[in-house]
């Protein structure tokens, strides 16, 4: 009877034990976090019963200089912190908590997403734009991972293309736009961070956009790869990445084009050509247009770096005016300016939308509300492509 006891009381603190591992290893407690309510309120929890105090914060607030706002959690009597959202239109967010002031992830959602060197869990509240970046029951693209060489960095690069549905079974060619990340970024940002895959997937579905090849490669010339992908290995991305805007990368871009062209079923004409980057990349799409006046037909600058002090020692930055004179006499279809209200790049923008007005040099310009973030941008793109190769 006594071995009994004891087997029992030994399998009972095995139970136990192998209880707390798995607890450990998964979470603890099933939490639901985030939960969605129908009225699109939205509920976070997370267990910290030695938690003095517990914030949300969450890209949706006012802005606390250059993050997102936050909000205390409220905790209950098992040390479980929890806050409710107003009523959230619908997008895709992305948010953290701060347990005791050090961010961090929520362990009960597995979605997050790199934005330089931060993971952020993410949250889709789906319907009207948000329903673009959503992957819907619509013929899909593909999205591959490549390398192609690069004679003027003298280095084999890594590229994220996407090409539209159907592609692979079709002989058609198609024309192609260059989209190009901001400072921070690389090859992995436009497909993560911007949905580029999903926004096209439905765009052209709709009938919205043309059947296009989306072209995303890494800017920072310093790179081969995103962190993590090159022979670099494994390190902590950085906001600034050496020769970043040098002139370097622009100088070199008809690498990446000459290897579309080599490569792909594509139209190789201007008027099957656009380039368009987010701020750093809005920066770079500015120069390389203008640096190659008769290659790209369409350029999009969504809340583009122009900066008023940028070094002007390389090649690329000379002669602007002159340049930008030679693109407009050569011709474009489209010129399109997009910019937060709130963007800290808002007054350079006006300035130099004023610049190209006062040249006689036609553009669209597009306003929206917030600043320097991922959702205007994604809504930049899912109104630029539509406009692009309709010839």
Do not use: C
Request: net charge negative.
């Amino acid at each position: 009877m006594k071995n009994i006891l004891i087997f029992i009381v030994t399998a009972m603190t095995l139970m136990s034990f192998q209880a707390s591992v798995l607890q450990a290893q998964y979470g603890g407690n099933e939490i639901v976090s985030p939960e969605i309510h129908e009225d699109n309120t939205v509920t976070f929890r997370v267990q910290a019963p030695g938690a003095e105090e517990v914030k949300l914060r969450g890209d949706w607030m006012p802005a606390e200089g250059w993050v997102p706002g936050s909000v205390a959690m409220e905790r209950d009597e098992n040390g479980l912190w929890a806050y409710t959202t107003a009523v959230l239109e619908p997008e895709l967010y992305g948010y953290a908590f701060l347990i005791d002031g050090v961010s961090t992830n929520d362990p009960n959602n597995v979605f997050v997403s790199r934005d330089i060197a931060t993971n952020t869990n993410i949250l889709l509240l789906e319907g009207e734009q948000a329903d673009l970046y959503r992957v819907m029951d619509v013929p899909h693209g593909t999205v591959t991972r490549t390398w192609y060489n690069s004679p003027g960095l003298n280095m084999s690069r890594r590229i994220t293309i996407y090409t539209p549905p159907g592609y692979e079974s079709a002989r058609s060619s198609y024309p192609v736009l260059y989209l190009l990340h901001g400072a921070g970024g690389d090859e992995e940002a436009w497909n993560e961070l911007g949905r580029a895959s999903q926004i096209m997937d439905n765009l052209i579905a709709q009938g919205k956009a043309e059947p296009m090849i989306v072209v995303m490669p890494n800017g920072n010339v310093s790179q081969q790869a995103a962190p993590g992908e090159g022979k670099r290995g494994y390190y902590k991305p950085q906001f600034m990445e050496t020769g970043t805007m040098d002139g370097t990368f622009e100088a070199t871009f008809l690498d990446i084009v000459k290897f579309v062209e080599d490569n792909y079923r594509v139209k190789a004409k201007k008027k099957n050509r656009a380039v368009a980057g987010l701020s750093m990349g809005g920066f770079h799409s500015l120069h390389i247009s203008r640096y190659y006046p008769n290659t790209f037909d369409y350029v999009g600058l969504f809340s583009a770096a122009i900066l008023p002090n940028q070094n002007t020692t390389s090649e690329v930055y000379k002669n602007i005016d002159a340049t930008l004179k030679i693109q407009k006499e050569n011709g474009y279809e489209l010129y399109w300016i997009g910019i937060g209200k709130a963007d800290f790049l808002y007054n350079n923008i006006v300035n130099y939308k004023e610049k190209l007005d006062a040249m006689g040099m036609p553009n669209t310009y597009r306003e929206s509300e917030g600043g320097h973030i991922w959702k205007n941008w994604r809504i930049y793109l899912s109104e630029f492509a539509p406009q692009l190769f309709r010839q």
